[in-house]
């Protein structure tokens, strides 16, 4: 696998004319996943998106796990590197916002697993700068992994719960708004301010509000860099 990541081999000179690309399968991959979700991705639907037998899917690539592990690579070739012109903290709030991007491009790669992600060149390349921009504040390097590994997680996290609400809401027809609409009974019924006298008063104050909701991640990535920067001040 490592070896079809870095150095995939190349087209055939010889015998019958190959009908298709390595990168024409792991787009067709990319296609399904945005249309059917990761769950009903599989060769054979792959093969029906690019008009060919499942077999000969397998000329290209192993199976369905190789696959995917090749379609979040291809998907981090999408990233764009902040200016390293910036000071580290500028660089670390772009890289988090690329991140955030890719995952409303490609929603599918929320069900990527974060702590096993593939070794691939497009991959590392956005891995190794954001380390690269970390490493600008003069922090250990223990510091630097868990400070990169904590904005990843921070984005990932984010991306995945509104990606997953957006994702039931499509497949149930039930939006966030007629969810909690539907359940307007619970508030008069069983809701008690005497029991519950913070939510109440977070709810009389609109904390709970969609303008203060979409922006949270961004929010919680703010307070953290914000201790981050105390603990370059108080020399790491």
Excluded: C
Aim: aromatic share 12%.
């Amino acid at each position: 696998m490592i070896r079809l990541l870095w150095d995939p081999p190349p087209a055939p000179t010889r015998g019958p004319k190959q009908k298709l690309t390595l990168d024409q399968v792991v787009e067709a991959g990319m296609a399904v996943a945005a249309e059917l979700g990761v769950d009903e991705l599989s060769m054979r639907k792959v093969a029906q998106h690019l008009g060919v037998g499942a077999m000969s899917l397998y000329t290209y690539v192993p199976g369905r796990d190789e696959l995917f592990e090749l379609m979040i690579d291809r998907a981090s070739a999408d990233r764009v590197m902040p200016d390293r012109a910036l000071p580290w903290r500028a660089q670390v709030e772009f890289h988090a916002q690329e991140a955030w991007r890719m995952y409303q491009t490609h929603p599918w790669l929320v069900r990527s697993n974060l702590w096993r992600t593939p070794l691939g060149p497009h991959v590392l390349d956005a891995q190794e700068d954001l380390y690269r921009a970390v490493a600008l504040t003069g922090l250990p390097q223990k510091r630097v992994a868990q400070v990169a590994g904590l904005v990843e997680s921070q984005v990932f996290g984010a991306a995945r719960s509104a990606i997953t609400d957006t994702s039931v809401s499509a497949r149930t027809g039930v939006s966030q708004d007629d969810y909690w609409a539907s359940r307007m009974g619970f508030w008069s019924t069983y809701f008690s301010v005497e029991r519950f006298p913070t939510m109440a008063w977070i709810w009389e104050g609109g904390g709970f509000d969609d303008e203060y909701a979409d922006a949270s991640w961004e929010f919680g990535l703010s307070l953290f860099l914000d201790g981050v920067e105390r603990l370059v001040q108080a020399g790491g």
